[in-house]
């Protein structure tokens, strides 16, 4: 009996142990499957966290950088270039005898004064600043009347010769002179042309001397974009009463807006095979006292021919370095189209024949005319 007890209680003590262990490892798994359950919250958590702390993409606003472009001031156009900022005004005396045509530089300038000189011929004043031709001419002599026109440029003047009291007076204006006396390799002779119609300049090596101011003064006022001309006076064509042979007629073609210049019915060409056709015409009505060396100080009649139009005012010039003022109904500057500037320096009481454009069709369309018929009674 002691024996079967003593087995008995051996065989209860290592059922006690064996249940002991199971728990013990089973309370540790549980304590490792809650361990590892912490760790995949957590790391999912992490990753839910990140996804929804991520910073957003942003587009940053789109800036636009405004390139200034300067206006060329003889002309009023952009000028894309700069070149017209860089240097002075070329200002360059052009003869217009039949012997002298075709010129060089008359369809590239900015701006040009034609005037009348002994026996009824007319010359140039061509002047540059935003392009010009490698050559320029023919070159021909001063008159008394010039200084009042290139004063106000200042600049660099190309000449040849003059009477002796016309060039002392030239040399008297803000401007650097150049002529034979001094031109070196910055004039030449064209050897397909005889004297005294074949001095031509280099413009690239009369610019070389310089001149002041840089860039010159505006010579006019000029249309704003979205302005129109303050004119309702259409004109196709008008002629300039210069002496025959240098009465210039100017022809208005709409498709590029401007006055196609020429001699009767042929046209006024550069020696570089385009038409002379300036954007503006102002026919300035000055006196010329002996048939010559017109008067540019004071005050007289100005037309102005632009955008196929005529405005009819006045022009004022107080001295010599002042630029002519042009202006209109009280005062009002008379604005000109952007583009290249012809100035005709026409006698006053000189006739300007003008062809007026034909009126335009109208902007309504009337109602058509109906016929009521009455019955007749029976």
């Not at 360059?92 to 045509?101: L, Y």
């Not at 008297?172 to 031509?200: C, I, K």
């Amino acid at each position: 009996m002691s024996q079967g007890r003593a087995a008995r209680r051996a065989d209860a003590e290592h059922r006690r142990r064996t249940r002991r262990r199971w728990l013990v490892l089973g309370s540790a798994g549980l304590i490792g499957v809650a361990v590892a359950a912490v760790g995949l919250s957590s790391c999912g958590g992490s990753d839910e966290k990140s996804a929804k702390t991520a910073p957003a993409t942003t587009t940053l606003p789109t800036t636009t950088t405004t390139v200034f472009v300067p206006t060329a001031p003889l002309t009023g156009l952009p000028d894309p270039t700069g070149l017209s900022q860089t240097r002075a005004s070329l200002a360059v005396k052009i003869e217009n005898t039949p012997e002298a045509r075709p010129q060089s530089g008359l369809a590239d300038a900015d701006v040009v004064y034609e005037e009348v000189v002994e026996g009824g011929i007319t010359r140039f004043w061509a002047v540059f600043n935003t392009k010009a031709p490698d050559n320029v001419g023919p070159i021909r002599s001063v008159r008394y009347m010039d200084p009042n026109i290139v004063s106000p440029l200042g600049g660099v003047i190309a000449f040849s010769g003059g009477t002796p009291d016309n060039v002392a007076l030239i040399r008297q204006t803000p401007t650097v002179q150049v002529d034979e006396n001094n031109a070196g390799d910055a004039f030449f002779r064209e050897s397909t042309r005889f004297a005294p119609h074949n001095l031509y300049g280099v413009t690239a090596k009369l610019w070389e001397r310089g001149g002041e101011p840089v860039p010159p003064h505006p010579l006019f006022s000029y249309l704003v974009a979205g302005q129109a001309f303050p004119s309702t006076e259409g004109i196709d064509q008008f002629r300039i009463g210069f002496d025959a042979g240098y009465d210039p007629t100017y022809t208005w073609d709409a498709a590029t807006k401007t006055w196609k210049r020429s001699y009767g019915i042929a046209p006024f060409m550069d020696v570089n095979g385009a038409q002379v056709a300036p954007a503006n015409v102002i026919v300035q009505f000055i006196r010329y006292p002996a048939g010559a060396e017109g008067e540019l100080i004071g005050s007289g009649e100005a037309w102005v021919f632009s955008d196929g139009k005529l405005l009819r005012g006045s022009w004022s010039k107080p001295d010599a370095v002042t630029p002519t003022s042009f202006t209109y109904g009280l005062g009002a500057p008379m604005p000109l189209s952007p583009g290249q500037t012809y100035v005709e320096l026409a006698p006053t009481g000189a006739a300007v024949d003008l062809v007026a454009a034909p009126p335009p069709p109208p902007t309504t369309i009337p109602p058509p005319t109906t016929t009521t018929t009455k019955a007749k009674k029976k």
